[in-house]
T-cell receptor, first 117, second 115 residues
């Protein structure tokens, strides 16, 4: 069974500091994808970054990077130079790929990030 | 291009009633997935439709059903509503083909309150 664990229910960070949000996963499938989404108070889920299980390099998207440690089954999100607008819930999710294109994400419980001015 | 559109955004129902939620995916996307988000259970996968066929199904009772039309628009229906069905229902669309990043784009959600 798939499982995503986010151990930090809440984090408080000073503006402009870097922040790392933890995510560990459990799967027996060799092919999978890992996603991070941001959910502001408005409710909409916003895609941030993706890492495939066979990707050799850590994914980066602007201020977001993913610290992928396959052997440890961890996929931590790093946000550099945090901004007030980064305050939101952050979800780590995993998709196993037994059927190409099939979409079924398993989400962690989320981390509520608060950026203080 | 237009994003994923969910209607209605908010609705209030009473126990025993039924509800239908609608989702219009991004143009060209053939996969539509539905998720339920509650404070207690978090985000849970309901089902996925691709080219009018249910391709994946989560662990929800038969009161939860869905369908997809030829234009890829999808509806989900919940019959005999229970208090525990109060949740934010999120719809997401993607191309539904290939592997890799094939990112899900979510709508703003439909917030259902059951009284």
């Amino acid at each position: 069974a798939q499982k995503i664990t986010q151990t930090q229910p809440g984090m408080f960070v000073q503006e402009k500091e870097a922040v790392t949000l933890d995510c560990t996963y459990d799967t027996s499938d060799p092919s999978y994808g890992l996603f991070w989404y941001k959910q502001p108070s408005s409710g909409e889920m916003i895609f941030l970054i993706y890492q495939g299980s066979y990707d050799q390099q850590n994914a980066t998207e602007g201020r977001y990077s993913l610290n992928f440690q396959k052997a440890r089954k961890s996929a931590n999100l790093v946000i550099s130079a945090s901004q007030l607008g980064d305050s939101a819930m952050y979800f780590c999710a995993m998709r196993e790929d037994p059927i190409q294109g099939a979409q079924k994400l398993v989400f962690g419980q989320g981390t509520r990030l608060t950026i203080n001015p | 291009k237009a994003g994923v559109t969910q209607t209605p955004r908010y609705l209030i129902k009473t126990r025993g009633q039924q509800v239908t939620l609608s989702c219009s995916p991004i143009s060209g996307h053939r996969s539509v997935s539905w998720y339920q988000q509650t404070p207690g259970q978090g985000l849970q996968f309901l089902f996925e439709y691709f080219s009018e066929t249910q391709r994946n199904k989560g662990n929800f009772p038969g009161r939860f059903s869905g369908r997809q039309f030829s234009n890829s628009r999808s509806e989900m229906n919940v019959s005999t509503l229970e208090l525990g069905d109060s949740a934010l229902y999120l719809c997401a669309s993607s191309t539904g083909v290939g592997s890799g990043a094939n990112v899900l784009t979510f709508g703003a959600g439909s917030r259902l309150t059951v009284l």
